[in-house]
């Protein structure tokens, strides 16, 4: 396969500023300014494809062009790197070996949307990647990559770090723009959108840190080629994909979109661990529904992940074993999404202690059949919420009962965890 975001990778240490030129780092950026109007970069990334690596897929040319053209004053680009979900930590990965690919695609962007100015928001654990991060703005900066008059033109841009002080709704993006403005990160209504009204009130994109990592490479070679890197026709370049859990090797890889799970855990991450049996995996970070043995097949891209039930998401892989109790899983996850919302609203603040509750209850022995009824309701009750946290934090709840039903009220029955016996 062809390497994209992990082309440049060196083992235990990360990329130089030299190295990362001489394998034709930047070549993109002064390809855009020189050779391509900030409409042709917008149109080549729209036409590639890329959809945001982030969680919810959404096109990201697409995205861009929602930004007006019209309106007066500044305009804003924010890459989230408030990377926090359980299970996922490719973004980390990525910056430790060679920030550099995320500082180039951000300045594709700031090209293409007319953007003066952008920030990194980057969570506060990664001080190792933000300290990389300064070291490689700096050096481009030098090298007159970034900063006034870019390669010469008339184009200037900036880029500036925000270490937050980090909490799991910052990864919302109007979460994350009220936090860099020095508010409280609560969500923000919609409409206005953040590309018509965003940061200090002006037109703001916010995208993830792989999703800006991946326009170097399709400036450089084309809408075609990345399109071409996919497994199967309706996907588009590669994914990193963070596999933890039941494997021989916990890894974050570089695949092509549309590589199946059991290629993934059976090839890339050397099978099982222990010689263990699968019995189910979270594929797209904790906020994705269960995946069985009968989905091992599924190649994982946006769509037919969907259509089996679940979500790629940030494709942040939890591989549970055969003698893993899938109730006790979903209330660990359960429990982080209570303690992580932000309270604006009744649905997830009242809805996700009460889940949780009910979990313990049942994983405890003191469960109920009746539970289960009350837990199938408010998967639908808190898909009433002012964000998608709490639908979010439901989708393993959803899984559970629609693939482990039998397990849940096996619970029930024998008053304890069976898989504790």
Known sequence: MEYLLFKHNRRGRPVTFKEYRDEGGFEALTKAITKMTPDEVQQTVMDSGLRGRGGAGFPTGKKWSFVPRNLPGPRWL???????????????VLLEHNPYLLIEGMALACYALGVRHAFIFIRKGYEKAAGYLTRGIAEAKEAGLLGEKVLGSEISIDLDLHLSAGRYICGEETGLINAL???????RMKPPFPAVKGLWNGPTVVNNVETLANVPAIIANGAAWFKGLAKNPEGAGNKLFCVSGSVANRICLELPIGTTLREIIDVHCGGMRDGKKFKACIPGGASTQFLTEDHLD??????TVAKAGSRLGSAGVIVFDEGHCLVEATLNLITFFARESCGWCTPCRDGLP????????????????RDIEILREHIKYLNYSFCALAPGAMAPVEGLLRSFEDEVREHILKGKCPLKD
């Open 78 to 92: 924010v890459c989230n790197c408030d990377e926090m979900e359980p299970g996922t930590y490719k973004d980390r």
């Open 181 to 187: 403005e020095g508010k409280r990160p609560n969500p």
């Open 298 to 303: 599924v190649p994982m891209d946006f769509d």
């Open 354 to 369: 009460f889940v949780k509750e009910i979990l313990q209850r049942i994983e405890t022995g003191g469960g109920e059949e």
